[in-house]
Structures are given as C-alpha cells and as structure tokens.
C-alpha cells in the first residue's frame, strides 16, 4: 500500500515509521487501524497516560465482519453455516448469517470477509433458495469484486456425475471477479463433518490472523434460536424403538411400502412438517459375506474405522458403503490395480458413469482384483455409511413421542444380480416391532407449513406424499382455517392409494378440501399427477391468486421438472403469460416461500 505523506504534519521520522508500517497492510488491517485511531481520537487530546488507557478502553477496534451465505436443499448446509456463526462470535469475528434467497447482491461490493456455503441439487443445479445468487453472480450485473475475502464450502454426493457443482460455480466466479480466497475451496461428501469443521477453523484463522479480532461477542439471534434442545444429533445419533412396521400396499402391489412408527420418548426430540428423519442403517449381512469371500478375508480380523477398533465384518456391516462406486473409489481402485483397463475406463467419465451404474462393491472385485490389497487398506478405501432421510409422515403435536415414516422398499435386478436399497429393504426386511434404530431429526426450515389461515396445494405422488399426512395432522390438531388441496399419484388405485382411508375421512369432515389422484396403471394411457394439475388449471390458478403455497414432494429426476413445466404451462395459459414471465413467476414464489420443493 502506498500513500501521500508530503503534506504531513508529522516528523520526517514519524512519517518513515508510519510508511514502515503501512507496507504490505491488508485491508482487513486497515480497517481496524482506522478503528483503533478514530478511538484515540475521540478519547480527547490529553497527553496524560491515564487519558491513553481511557480511549484505548473505551474504544476497541472494530471487530472484522464476516457475510455467511448458505444455500440448501434439505437443512445440512444451512446447519454448518449456523456451526460458522456461533464459532465465529466465541473468536470475536462479527458474523452475519444470511439464507442467499434473502441476501441483495449489490452488497457484495461492501463486503469485507464472505464465505459461501451451498449444495448440489439435482443435476449440478443450485438448490431453490440459491438460484438468484447463481444467476447475478453469473450474469452481467455481477460486480467486480476486487478486495473481497472469500472462500466456498461444498456439499455433495460424489455417486453423482456433478459433484459439488454449484460450489465449484460459486469459487470459479467470485475468483473470475477478482476476489481472493483466503481458504481454498472444500467439497465435502456425504461424509462432511470432519471436512467442513477443518474448513470452518481455518477461515476463522485466516481471518483472525489477517484482521485481528475483539473479545468473544454475543452470538447472532438466528443461532441462539436455532440451538437444539436435544443432546442428540447427526453425530450423537438416538437409538429409537420401532413401534410399529406395518405394510401399507395392498395385495397385488408391485411395491412394498411400509408405515414405521418410532418412539421418541425421554428423547428431548422435536420436529415440524415438513422435516426428515436420518436413519443409519445396516447393509446386508449376505452381501458382506460374499464380499469377505471373494476377498478372502477373515471377517473377525481388526480394522481401526473412525478412530475405533471393530471386526473386518462389523466394519463393513455398520460404517462403510459398500453398494455405491463413486468416481473417486474407482480411481483410489485404478491406482491400485494398475490395469491398463480400468485406467481407460476411469479416464472416460461417460463410460465410467455407464459401468458403475447398478454394480457395487462385489462387482468391483470379481472384475479387478487386487491380489495384495489388505483389510485395513479396503477400509480407508471406502467413503462412510451415510444416514438416509426420510420426510416425516405424523405431526408431532397430534403424536406427541413418536415420529412415523413412509418407506417403499427398492428392490431391483442388475447385470445378473439381485439388488436392493441399503437402508428401505433393512427396514423392511430385517426390522421388526420392538427393534432399535439410530436416527436423528434433520430440520428442513425450506418445506414449512404457512401461516394457519393460508390455503396449501400439495403434490406428492408415492411415497412423496408423506410429509402431507404430517401437514394434515398438524392442521386439524390446530383446526387451522386454510383451505387443502391434495394431488396424490400412483400405479393402482386398488392397491397403491397410501394412507386412503385418513385421506377420504379429511375430505368428508372438511379438512382436506379437494382431492386430485392419478393413477397410472389403471388405464392404457398412463396417467399422472401433473396430468391432474393441467385439468384443474383455472382452480389452481384462482388458488394461486388467493395466496395458496405451493409444496412439491417425491422422485427430483422426472415427477418434478414434469409437475414444474405443469404449472408453467398454467401460468401461461390462465394468467396470459409468456414462458419467460411464466418462469418469473414461479421464481417470485419460490422467493416469497410459496413454492417449496423436497425432491431426491
């Protein structure tokens, strides 16, 4: 940094320290010098020791200012933003924890120290709340942002072709723009607690070591409210008793779903509609067996997993995936192998793509064995057992110390083998009433009830319909004033209707005021949800126009962008709308929380 000292009032040495001083000073520096002086100044002119202390107590530099921005799906990001925050407070760091659907983008030419958390929706696409940051960030408007102290964690899924995408967009951005990164970028898998608590310190000390910091202060509002009243969490996970497994399908279903019901009691445990259940679960026990066959492995040999000692068999069993070949797996593989092959394969990301689609672990091993891969080695090889989530289905103010979920077994064939989903067909198969689960409740701010006089249009075809059932609990124990309507999809009426006979008893008392099904096995010419919203296109507008919010449950590859382009095309042709001010629109609801997603 230079500066002009030829009409100084300071002595030519003064004015050589103060020059030696300002060399190399970085703007967070500066900003609290200029603090710190404007302190000494204000503290009066008194040359006495005393009146020095005076203004230095009275006036502390300035603590530096740190913008959190988060953009989530499902609560997992937004919840490491709030870890940022209340960290941030015990360093001194001023800290503003901002939803990016809330944050005015021109304030980014203000800020002094930014760190962006996001996750990867869908196909590499930002999540709902961050779409109008990613698009001024990306677009003309986007400042130039030279001076900005930034850094990006990244949530993702690395079984995913667009791994971390959205946060790889944001980093490649804001460095295009000319701010710096004061930490490099993490993507973080499903496994991110450990990454994301090294990121979290390290942009605390790259701040603190550049800007210097006060005493701890008061933690912000938004997190002290959102301190769990539990001591249990995704980490301390609750051992729940399953009350109830009962089968929901009827006969001559080609699905099997399951209504599950949990105990929570002396748990401390809370949940709203609208949030999801983690459940950790168990792969098969046969699998592991054929797995520790072909390998030839002892499966009571020790292995050290997650700083604990557990058996080969237990290690595979509880805390490793093993039905999943993510990119990285197969690179870790490739290096190993050392085959000309593999190397191609994994060097192709469309091949690779195509090749571990529907194989696992044993399909791996049986192609490319390594002759001298060790227990401990396969281990480290492997990334963790991620929890699975499922939406709640019960309300807790109607069922007080239980939760319920909706689960539908996956069961499939592939490349000559039977395959199943860890998680449904443990549930499902291997779990009974008065067996114990591990779970903890995700909160999910991003799929909420409105206000009670507010009316509700849902769409929630299978097993998506689940969080519907909670919305319809907690209303009728609030006798809340709404109206509701229900759009539910299937393959038979006879023996996939979930949950009908609560759905018809709402609809005869009152509390469900219209009921929209689809059933689409039930005729030559299959017949869906969005089918059903195109045929009441004036009555979902005239909602629309009353104030209804829109929630939209289930399958993220297809139901959702067709039930999407379903309320488009009733934008356009109800309200007069081009396709761009149709897309406008929607987007305007998705701002005001009127038009909320839970799709996986």
């Given at each position: 940094m230079t500066t002009d000292l030829?009409?100084?009032?300071l002595s030519a040495s003064q004015q050589e320290r103060l020059a030696e001083l300002l060399d190399g000073i970085s703007e967070g520096q500066l900003f609290w010098l200029a603090g710190f002086l404007a302190g000494k100044c204000a503290g009066g002119s008194g040359s006495t020791g005393a009146n020095i202390a005076d203004a230095e107590n009275a006036f502390q530099p300035v603590a530096p200012e740190l913008t959190i921005l988060f953009g989530?799906?499902?609560?997992?990001?937004?919840?490491?933003?709030?870890?940022?925050?209340?960290?941030?407070?015990?360093?001194?760091?001023?800290?503003?924890?901002?939803?990016?659907?809330?944050?005015?983008?021109?304030?980014?030419?203000?800020?002094?120290?930014?760190?962006?958390?996001?996750?990867?929706?869908?196909e590499g696409d930002p999540p709902d709340n961050a779409l109008d940051f990613h698009e001024f960030l990306h677009g003309k408007?986007?400042?130039?942002?030279?001076?900005?102290?930034?850094?990006?964690?990244?949530?993702?899924?690395?079984?995913?072709?667009?791994?971390?995408?959205?946060?790889?967009?944001?980093?490649?951005k804001f460095a295009a723009l000319g701010a710096t990164a004061m930490?490099?970028?993490?993507?973080?898998?499903?496994?991110?607690?450990?990454?994301?608590?090294?990121?979290?310190?390290?942009?605390?000390?790259?701040?603190?070591?550049?800007?210097?910091?006060?005493?701890?202060?008061?933690?912000?509002?938004?997190?002290?409210?959102q301190a769990p009243a539990s001591i249990y969490s995704r980490k301390n996970p609750y051992t729940a008793v399953i009350l109830t497994n009962q089968l929901l399908s009827g006969r001559g279903s080609d699905k099997e779903v399951r209504h599950i019901e949990l105990s929570l009691e002396d748990s401390g445990l809370t949940y709203k509609p609208g949030d999801a259940v983690g459940v950790y679960p168990e792969n098969n026990p046969t699998l592991v067996g054929e797995l520790l066959n072909a390998l030839g492995f002892d499966g009571e040999q020790r292995v050290s997993v997650d700083e604990c000692e557990v058996s080969l068999r237990e290690a595979l069993a509880f805390y490793r995936e093993i039905t999943l070949l993510t990119p990285?797996?197969?690179?870790?593989?490739?290096?190993?192998?050392?085959?000309?092959?593999l190397n191609a394969l994994v060097a192709d990301s469309t091949e690779l793509r195509a090749w571990t689609e529907g194989r696992d672990l044993l399909d791996l091993i049986q192609a490319w064995p390594i002759a001298k891969l060790a227990p401990q080695e396969l281990v480290n090889l492997l990334r963790k057992l991620p929890p699975r989530l499922y939406s709640i289905s019960s309300s807790q103010t109607a069922v007080d110390d239980e939760v319920h979920i909706t689960v539908a077994a996956v069961r499939y064939s592939s490349?000559?083998?039977?395959?199943?989903?860890?998680?449904?067909?443990?549930?499902?198969?291997?779990?009974?009433?008065?067996?114990?689960?591990?779970?903890?409740?995700?909160?999910?701010?991003?799929?909420?009830?409105?206000?009670?006089?507010?009316?509700?249009?849902?769409?929630?075809?299978?097993?998506?319909?689940?969080?519907?059932?909670?919305?319809?609990?907690?209303?009728?124990?609030?006798?809340?004033?709404?109206?509701?309507?229900?759009?539910?999809?299937?393959?038979?009426?006879?023996?996939?209707?979930?949950?009908q006979s609560e759905w018809i008893k709402w609809r005869r008392d009152g509390l469900l005021t219209k009921l929209d099904v689809a059933f689409s096995r039930d005729q030559a010419e299959k017949r869906y949800v969005q089918h059903c919203l195109k045929e009441n296109s004036a009555d979902v507008w005239a909602w629309l126009q009353r104030g209804a919010s829109l929630y939209v449950c289930g399958d993220a590859e297809k139901m959702a962008p067709d039930v999407h382009q379903a309320l488009l095309d009733i934008a356009s042709e109800q309200g007069g709308l081009n396709?761009?001010?149709?897309e406008d629109y929607l987007r305007q609801l998705n701002r005001d929380k009127r038009y909320q997603r839970d799709v996986y």
């Open positions: 030829n009409s100084s009032p989530s799906q499902t609560g997992n990001t937004e919840e490491l933003a709030q870890q940022l925050a209340a960290r941030a407070a015990d360093k001194g760091v001023s800290a503003k924890l901002l939803d990016m659907a809330d944050y005015k983008p021109k304030q980014l030419k203000s800020e002094q120290y930014l760190a962006v958390l996001a996750s990867t929706h869908g408007k986007a400042p130039k942002l030279v001076g900005l102290r930034y850094s990006v964690l990244s949530l993702g899924d690395s079984s995913y072709e667009h791994f971390c995408k959205t946060g790889q967009d944001f980093d490649s930490v490099e970028r993490v993507d973080c898998d499903v496994d991110y607690e450990d990454l994301a608590e090294d990121w979290i310190n390290r942009v605390l000390e790259a701040i603190v070591s550049e800007a210097g910091a006060n005493q701890p202060t008061a933690a912000s509002s938004v997190t002290a409210e990285p797996l197969m690179k870790h593989w490739a290096d190993l192998a050392n085959d000309d092959a490349h000559g083998r039977d395959r199943e989903g860890v998680a449904s067909a443990w549930l499902s198969d291997r779990m009974g009433e008065g067996d114990q689960m591990r779970i903890y409740i995700d909160p999910n701010k991003k799929f909420a009830l409105p206000d009670d006089s507010k009316p509700v249009i849902m769409i929630g075809p299978g097993t998506g319909v689940a969080p519907f059932r909670a919305f319809l609990q907690e209303r009728e124990e609030r006798e809340a004033e709404g109206e509701n309507w229900l759009f539910f999809g299937d393959r038979r009426f006879r023996s996939d209707f979930l949950y396709p761009e001010q149709a």
